[in-house]
T-cell receptor, first 119, second 113 residues
Framework: AQSVAQPEDQVNVAEGNPLTVKCTYSVSGNPYLFWYVQYPNRGLQFLLKYITGDNLVKGSYGFEAEFNKSQTSFHLKKPSALVSDSALYFC?????????????????FGAGTQVVVTP | KAGVTQTPRYLIKTRGQQVTLSCSPI?????VSWYQQTPGQGLQFLFEYFSETQRNKGNFPGRFSGRQFSNSRSEMNVSTLELGDSALYLC????????????FGSGTRLTVV
């Protein structure tokens, strides 16, 4: 079974300060990890993913995430937050080696973290 | 390149009625997945379709069903609507394979009264 935990319901940060959104995961095999962002009344937008290789992944809108296998974490980061980054952020995982279903496996999403960036 | 299109965007139905939601994936995307999003439960996986076959299913009652057509377009149906079915229903399409993420539509906001 695969699972994702986003320990913070909400993260508050001042504009210009670093932003970190935490994510930990659990899978039986190797993980494929994703971050998405959702603005009000919209679908989720893809930010970045980790499949293999370099543990630091760069994505859209200046976001990056660091894969840490020993800590089973994939925290999302941005060096300098903008007010426009205020949104709901979701971490997701897929087990790379899950053979229990007749498919490549669903994406398991975390509960989401609301980011509020104040001017 | 057109995105994932979901219709309708908003829907109000009465308890006991049934509803059909539609999803047109990105051209070339042959996998379609459906999620239910509510404030209390977050994103809950409904089902996944590929080649007109349901490949994966979440823990929802049989009132929730879906299908996929030969052009990869998908529909989901909810029968005998309950108040608790009020949610944002999201469709996502993807290329085939484990390394691909989803592209989401804007969703259908269903309100059951």
């Amino acid at each position: 079974a695969q699972s994702v935990a986003q320990p913070e319901d909400q993260v508050n940060v001042a504009e210009g300060n670093p932003l970190t959104v935490k994510c930990t995961y659990s899978v039986s095999g190797n993980p494929y990890l994703f971050w998405y962002v959702q603005y009000p009344n919209r679908g989720l937008q893809f930010l970045l993913k980790y499949i293999t290789g370099d543990n630091l992944v760069k994505g859209s809108y200046g976001f990056e995430a660091e894969f840490n296998k020993s800590q089973t974490s994939f925290h999302l980061k941005k060096p300098s937050a903008l007010v426009s980054d205020s949104a709901l952020y979701f971490c997701a995982v897929r087990d790379a080696t899950d053979m229990t279903t007749d498919s490549w496996g669903k994406l398991q999403f975390g509960a989401g973290t609301q980011v509020v960036v104040t001017p | 390149k057109a995105g994932v299109t979901q219709t309708p965007r908003y829907l109000i139905k009465t308890r006991g009625q049934q509803v059909t939601l539609s999803c047109s994936p990105i051209s070339g995307h042959r996998s379609v997945s459906w999620y239910q999003q509510t404030p209390g439960q977050g994103l809950q996986f409904l089902f996944e379709y590929f080649s007109e076959t349901q490949r994966n299913k979440g823990n929802f009652p049989g009132r929730f069903s879906g299908r996929q057509f030969s052009n990869s377009r998908s529909e989901m149906n909810v029968s005998t609507l309950e108040l608790g079915d009020s949610a944002l229903y999201l469709c996502a399409s993807s290329l085939v394979g484990r390394t691909y993420g989803y592209t989401f539509g804007s969703g259908t906001r269903l309100t059951v009264v």
